[in-house]
């Protein structure tokens, strides 16, 4: 996984010094002291395990929802979570209530950072949760024989030694086991989708009724979707419907800024033909539970497995349906793979005057996606297990 050049917390020390200069002229001096590995342990006489996210919302997340599950499995650890950039939101939602647990800005992987970032915690182990394994880390934590294991955690670009690893896909998998033998490798399984909210009402259709008229709503999801909202808009489908339309960065992917954001909308109804970008991935839940139908052309995981919990039928764009059958088992079956949005507009024709197909490819979707959901869980509680064994 390549680092971004904007990167604060890796190993390019000229970048980490600018990083640190920005941040002590911006009064962010705990940011600036953490990256250099001065952290403190909360109070308190229990061992401690260190849970390290990375810079993305999913990763933050993912360590959040771990630290407390730690908390539930083992009352005695003191817990810490560092990060690379804070999400506020999703900090207080999962982390309210997680008693003997401290969270807050992460080191860098200099040499210097880490041992002293360990030093000061002194852990019993480290869980990298969600980003790629910093390789001084590794090597540091091997050294002073500190449990290291990866959650859903790309390998170290090189050396380092890892106690046990738990990998989100296949194709994490692959990469882990071209590194050589391993104390423990795990089964594949997508933590994202312990994450998620499996069950939401459509209640978004009847937000969306116009002048007591029925709105049929469809859900187009890309990084570039600009062609298939022109050909939306000249076809059929949109003299009764409306089309949310997202991509995975959270862009407008609409030419010129076009669209209704959903973030500024009402809930006043909706005119046959409205455009809404989805600007905000809290709707995507209600999105999934409402839409007729699905045109996915790349999406992050938590979207594509949300898709499948909500069973809304789904077109795939010919990437990502690849992209799919190669990272996760038993994928062939799952969305159907279109060449490009005419093909996809078609297949949305069919799906209104077929609704037992509907029926079949949801109950398919949700049945894939609640296999991987308990897959996740069984991986979950023996990574727990082995905690509670340290």
Known sequence: MRRSSRDRTGTQRLRLLGAGIRDRLGGRHARANARWGHLRPPPGRGRLVWVRAGADAASVHLGAELLAALRNRRRDLRLVLTFEEEHRDLLRAHLAGVENA????????????????????????????????????????ARRGIHLVAYQADPPLRGGETAAVYPVDREQERAWRGRGPLAELAMPADASTLLLEA??????RALIRGAGAERTPWWVHGADVSAFVAAWRASPLAADGVLFAGSPDGRNPLPGGAGRAISRWGREPLRAGTVVWVDDPRWIPAIAAAAAGAYLTAAEAWTMWQALAAGVPIALGPDLAARLRVRYEDFEAIGTPVPGPEEALALWGRWREEPAQVRGLGDRARRRFWAERRRAAAVLDSLLDRVYDW
């Open 199 to 204: 069950w939401v009402e459509p209640v978004l």
């Open 102 to 141: 401290g969270f807050g800005f992460g080191p860098c992987d200099l040499p210097r950072a880490v041992r002293r970032a360990l030093a000061r915690l002194d852990p019993l182990g480290v869980i990298v949760a969600g980003a790629p394994v910093p390789p001084r880390l590794a090597a540091e934590a």
